[in-house]
């Protein structure tokens, strides 16, 4: 059965950090490619970040210059560096997984994120 167990939200003041991790069970991290995304009330589940097997990486505009996402292999692990956070980046935010070989996508159960004063 796969898992992925994300860990490292919480209440943050503007312009602050945090660092979200996720970590794959079984065989699933080396076959995919890894993603964080969010979802912020009543709006639409959106891309933040993504980091293939290779280690290619894309952000999203919103987040480009203050977010780094990372992967450790040997730990099965995908993190997310967010410095300089905004109140617009309140949001859950979840861990997903892309299997390469057969399409299959994998979800966490969400981190909450707050960014206020």
């Known amino acids: 059965q796969v898992q992925l167990v994300e860990s490292g939200g919480g209440l943050v003041q503007p312009g602050g950090s945090l660092r979200l991790s996720c970590t794959a069970s079984?065989?699933?991290?080396?076959?995919?490619?890894m993603g964080w995304y969010r979802q912020a009330p009543g709006k639409q589940r959106e891309l933040v970040a993504g980091?293939?097997?290779?280690?290619?990486?894309n952000y999203a505009d919103s987040v480009k210059g203050r977010f780094t996402i990372s992967r450790d292999n040997a730990k099965n692990t995908v993190y997310l560096q967010m410095n300089s956070l905004k109140p617009e980046d309140t949001a859950v935010y979840y861990c997903?997984?892309?299997?390469?070989?057969?399409?299959?996508?994998?979800w966490g159960q969400g981190t909450q994120v707050t960014v206020s004063s």
């Open positions: 997903n997984a892309e299997n390469v070989w057969i399409g299959s996508h994998y």
């Open positions: 079984g065989s699933i991290f080396s076959s995919s490619n």
């Open positions: 980091i293939t097997r290779g280690g290619r990486i």
